[in-house]
């Protein structure tokens, strides 16, 4: 108890806040059992995360973006199209070196809603997936407060797949990796 409080006293007196703005290409590695054969298209969207730091090594990170839209098919042939919103919480640890070089590693949580799930021929997913998420980025200090960042997450995304009568078709795992590149604003 004196080591938590400990730390967020130190905490207080490190307190930094930072905002990052990214590019991402998100790369789904579909697969689905018994049905083979499943694909989720690549997709390049915008994303943004809050960072909270505790000390200048320990902080938390909040993952947000806006829903993204997957085509998904069937050894080619189009199944249609799904909506998600894939937020993640992941704990980071950074490790400055010197001034202008902060890398960092990271592990949480990603909770996936299922926006938009109705596939062609009455398919349906599941509405959402609890699953873990990685993570290892740098930020590169450019000037003042401002960063260049450059990001890479692992996200492990589940669901099942039912028909019309919502009995089970099959278990389709999405499980993106996620490459970003972009800029963040620290708050000191």
Same mark, same amino acid.
């Given at each position: 108890?004196?080591?938590?409080?400990?730390?967020?006293?130190?905490?207080?007196?490190?307190?930094?806040?930072?905002?990052?703005?990214?590019?991402?290409?998100? $790369?789904?590695?579909?697969?689905?059992?018994?049905?083979?054969?499943?694909?989720?298209?690549?997709?390049?969207?915008?994303?943004?995360?809050?960072?909270?730091?505790?000390?200048?090594?320990?902080?938390?990170? $909040?993952?947000?973006?806006?829903?993204?839209?997957?085509?998904?098919?069937?050894?080619? %042939?189009? $199944?249609? *199209?799904?909506?998600?919103?894939?937020?993640?919480?992941?704990?980071? @640890?950074?490790?400055?070196?010197?001034?202008?070089?902060?890398? @960092?590693?990271?592990?949480? $949580?990603?909770?996936?809603?299922?926006?938009?799930? *109705?596939?062609?021929?009455?398919?349906?997913?599941?509405?959402?997936?609890?699953?873990? %998420?990685?993570?290892?980025?740098?930020?590169?200090?450019?000037?003042?407060?401002? @960063?260049?960042?450059?990001?890479?997450? *692992?996200?492990?995304?589940?669901?099942?797949?039912?028909?019309?009568?919502?009995?089970?078709?099959?278990?389709?795992?999405?499980?993106?990796?996620?490459?970003?590149?972009?800029?963040? @604003? %620290?708050?000191?």
């Amino acid at each position: 108890m004196l080591a938590l409080a400990g730390l967020v006293i130190s905490g207080a007196a490190q307190a930094e806040a930072m905002v990052r703005v990214r590019a991402i290409d998100i $790369l789904p590695d579909a697969k689905s059992s018994p049905v083979t054969g499943v694909d989720v298209s690549n997709k390049i969207a915008p994303d943004v995360d809050l960072n909270w730091f505790f000390t200048k090594n320990l902080a938390v990170e $909040l993952l947000l973006s806006i829903p993204q839209e997957h085509k998904v098919t069937l050894n080619g %042939a189009s $199944l249609g *199209k799904v909506s998600h919103l894939p937020p993640a919480l992941l704990l980071q @640890y950074h490790y400055p070196v010197g001034e202008t070089f902060r890398p @960092y590693v990271g592990a949480g $949580l990603n909770y996936t809603l299922f926006t938009d799930r *109705k596939l062609d021929g009455g398919l349906k997913l599941e509405t959402g997936s609890f699953g873990p %998420a990685i993570q290892a980025g740098m930020d590169v200090a450019l000037q003042g407060n401002w @960063y260049f960042n450059v990001d890479v997450k *692992k996200i492990w995304i589940d669901s099942d797949v039912t028909d019309g009568t919502g009995a089970f078709v099959t278990h389709v795992e999405i499980n993106p990796l996620i490459v970003g590149a972009g800029i963040g @604003y %620290a708050f000191r």
